[in-house]
């Protein structure tokens, strides 16, 4: 599903990665672990496509609509509903039965009863249900997601917990934490970052 050899990014003169070499097969969990600016987030960009390596070979067996991705912003439009958002993002990524599909993860996300309001009067946590449901709404094979228990609370976090234990296996997952505990039982590999 993605192999890296010799991966590395510069950014100026500020080396980020240099000589990372790993492989993730279909229906693996990796787990990247690490401090602050150890280029866990870069990594993840990378693998996205949505950043460019510098040094070195990146290769993904996906295409682009195969691939979840949730970054640091929860990237959904916050003069928006969640419904409107999500219903946005099933036409962009053709997703069948559209309406049944985002009703399913808004009530799963515990987002039903919201669905109308517009996400800039969302709390955090709120914005970040959305943004899980964005990210899993089109199925994708392959899902990079950095720091997804960001503003959660702890249902929210154990919402996300049982997500991605019904998943694991059968999708193939790249995962940043810095609770790297939390699901380290569902990780069949591991990258640590110092």
């Not at 790993?22 to 280029?39: C, I, K, M, Q, Y």
């Not at 976090?157 to 939390?182: K, N, Q």
Request: proline share 4%.
């Amino acid at each position: 599903m993605i192999r890296a050899a010799q991966l590395a990014k510069r950014f100026g003169d500020k080396r980020v990665l240099q000589k990372l070499s790993f492989a993730l097969p279909e229906g693996g969990f990796l787990l990247v672990t690490g401090p602050n600016g150890s280029g866990k987030s870069t990594l993840l960009r990378l693998c996205a496509g949505l950043s460019s390596p510098t040094g070195g070979t990146l290769e993904l067996g996906v295409e682009r609509g195969e691939l979840g991705y949730l970054g640091h912003e929860p990237l959904v439009y916050r003069e928006l509903t969640a419904l409107e958002n999500l219903e946005l993002f099933a036409r962009l990524y053709r997703v069948p039965e559209r309406q049944a599909r985002i009703r399913a993860l808004l009530e799963r996300f515990g987002m039903w009863d919201e669905r109308d309001n517009r996400v800039s009067t969302y709390s955090r946590g709120m914005t970040q249900r959305v943004a899980l449901c964005r990210v899993l709404l089109h199925e994708p094979r392959l899902l990079v997601l950095d720091e997804p228990y960001t503003a959660l609370d702890a249902a929210g976090s154990e919402l996300l917990d049982a997500v991605l234990a019904e998943r694991s296996g059968a999708h193939t997952f790249l995962v940043s934490t810095h609770d790297p505990e939390r699901i380290a039982h569902l990780a069949s590999d591991r990258l640590e970052f110092v």
